[in-house]
């Protein structure tokens, strides 16, 4: 005797559970993708499921069949718990590339930062250089009967910014600029020319000084790495570069105004027998 036999009306509430809870999820399959392809996943052909459906019983191959996909995570429950996976899955997924991208984007800043750092240490460096070249030359020998004099230091202008470079010249600039000196002063010149030649010049000589005034401000921005006014602090290596392409864009926008103002000239010497001149 077993323990259905203590208890027949328990043991027959549960197998009528049992028979509920499969039959829902028969249903559950065949909403979700049909009968043909809820057979296959139970592994039933289709008149062994439809028989189940239309008469409402299960026969033992069907149960097992509906238990053993249970048992492999079937039913809508498992079911919805696969995709709050997958989706979790999907989104820890996204987090982690947004997290890749944004480190990635923070090393590229840190090493840009050290390389202005290393760039503005070596600047530092070649000023300090030169300033001790010049304590050594300005030195004066010992001479007989005499004790040597104390080398005087030269003056060296402090600034907070040595990269920028400053619209007027001012006192000992050359030790702040050191090489980039000289361009500093031809870009002063070429400057003053150009606006000379907007207020007087021709086209063709305002194209022209323009065009000088450019190139000069390219050299002072990408050989020296000097920052021209009006600005108050010193350009990074990215804004460098789009200042220096904006200044070889206004080159070739220049040549093409000049070209313009040729031919112009050239028509109205033409049509005026070459006494047109300006």
């Not at 509430?13 to 049992?18: D, V």
């Not at 480190?103 to 000023?127: G, I, N």
């Not at 040597?148 to 202008?157: D, F, S």
Request: aromatic letters at 6%; hydrophobic letters at 35%.
């Amino acid at each position: 005797m077993n323990g259905q036999d203590f208890y027949p009306e328990a043991s027959r509430s549960l197998e009528s559970l049992r028979h509920m809870r499969l039959t829902a999820l028969l249903h559950d399959m065949i909403g979700d993708c049909g009968k043909v392809k809820a057979g296959r996943a139970l592994g039933v052909n289709y008149r062994t499921l439809s028989r189940a459906v239309e008469s409402g019983t299960l026969t033992d191959r069907m149960a097992d069949a509906l238990e053993r996909h249970l048992l492999l995570g079937g039913g809508s429950a498992a079911a919805q718990q696969r995709e709050r996976v997958g989706s979790l899955e999907k989104r820890l997924a996204e987090l982690e590339l947004d997290l890749g991208g944004g480190l990635k984007a923070a090393v590229e800043e840190v090493k840009a930062f050290r390389e202005e750092q290393a760039r503005y240490r070596q600047h530092v460096e070649r000023r300090l250089l030169r300033v001790e070249n010049r304590v050594k030359e300005g030195a004066v020998s010992p001479q007989s009967g005499m004790e040597p004099e104390a080398p005087k230091l030269p003056y060296v202008p402090r600034r907070q910014y040595p990269q920028l470079v400053t619209e007027e010249a001012e006192p000992d600039e050359g030790q702040v600029y050191g090489d980039a000196t000289p361009v500093i002063v031809e870009w002063r010149k070429a400057r003053d020319a150009y606006h000379r030649a907007s207020e007087t010049g021709t086209e063709v000589e305002i194209r022209n000084a323009h065009e000088r005034m450019l190139w000069l401000e390219v050299a002072i921005i990408e050989e020296h790495e000097l920052t021209l006014p009006p600005a108050s602090y010193p350009w990074g290596r990215e804004e460098r570069r789009v200042q220096d392409r904006k200044r070889r864009g206004e080159v070739i926008w220049s040549r093409v105004e000049r070209k313009k103002a040729l031919r112009r000239l050239w028509v109205r010497r033409v049509l005026t027998l070459g006494l047109w001149r300006n």
